[in-house]
């Protein structure tokens, strides 16, 4: 949401009265998550088409998938990584890969903006226990997961959408596609707004942007309402994680009372 001080959202410049710039902001914020909401759904559909497309070709062969996977990173600037991993011991799934033991091929961008290959089965042996596998094995959905730090992709602030790979009735892998939220935080952050600023929280209510860097990752906003025993805060993260759009009078950090655009 973009939160703005009372003393921020009147225009003295324009005709001299206190003209509200409630509509502008409102604008602003709406355009601001459906931008937001189309960076979201191409991440989503670059898992969705990879797990899609080896669902079938189980019997693709690395090359062929880290060519699905370089592809997928090329046509999307948003996508910081994507890969997939495979079901330990499968003798009928992507034959170029060792049965013996998962593999996960994995491209990310590096800090450089240049595309990166791992095996994340390599780094960590126990990837199928990971929320990013295991969630979308056991229900056998798609999905996104909450905000984690990957050491893979350089120690940065990530969310990552997962998909399954089903063959027939059988979960044999999992595809998935990283998004930055470092990087979404960057762009928030340079928003200009006189008097206020934008924040951004996850399904669960966690701050994954805010001006504040010591509450990301850290605190979630019914947390902090809860310390600070701001029962508008409540109100406005349960507004936020159901999807709702609206406006609202809270109290700030700081004290100043203003309006929360969601």
């Not at 939160?3 to 502008?24: H, N, S």
């Not at 609202?248 to 655009?261: C, F, N, P, S």
């Amino acid at each position: 949401f973009f939160f703005q001080a009372e003393d921020g959202i009147r225009d003295y410049k324009v005709t001299g009265v206190q003209t509200c710039a409630l509509p502008i902001l409102t604008e602003l914020t709406l355009h601001e998550s459906a931008v937001r909401d189309g960076e979201f759904a191409g991440v989503a559909l670059a898992a969705e088409t990879a797990a899609q497309w080896l669902a079938r070709n189980p019997k693709a062969d690395l090359a062929q998938i880290k060519e699905i996977l370089q592809a997928s990173l090329a046509a999307n600037p948003s996508l910081l990584g994507c890969g997939v991993g495979f079901e330990p011991n499968l003798d009928d799934v992507s034959a170029a890969l060792s049965p013996q033991r998962p593999s996960s091929p994995f491209l990310f961008r590096d800090r450089d903006g240049e595309i990166r290959q791992a095996d994340l089965a390599k780094l960590d042996s126990s990837f199928t226990l990971s929320d990013w596998y295991l969630i979308a094995r056991t229900l056998k959905q798609p999905g996104w997961t909450e905000p984690a730090y990957d050491a893979e992709a350089g120690g940065r602030l990530v969310c990552t959408y997962s998909a399954p790979i089903i063959v027939g009735d059988r979960v044999v892998g999992v595809a998935r596609a990283d998004v930055s939220l470092d990087d979404l935080h960057d762009r928030v952050a340079a928003k200009p707004i006189e008097g206020g600023y934008c924040m951004i929280v996850s399904q669960e209510g966690t701050f994954i942007s805010h001006p504040d860097r010591d509450l990301i990752m850290r605190w979630s906003i019914f947390a902090l309402a809860e310390w600070r025993k701001e029962p508008d805060w409540d109100s406005l993260g349960r507004r936020m994680i159901q999807g709702r759009s609206g406006i609202e009078r809270i109290r700030d950090l700081d004290g100043e009372i203003g309006r929360a655009h969601v």
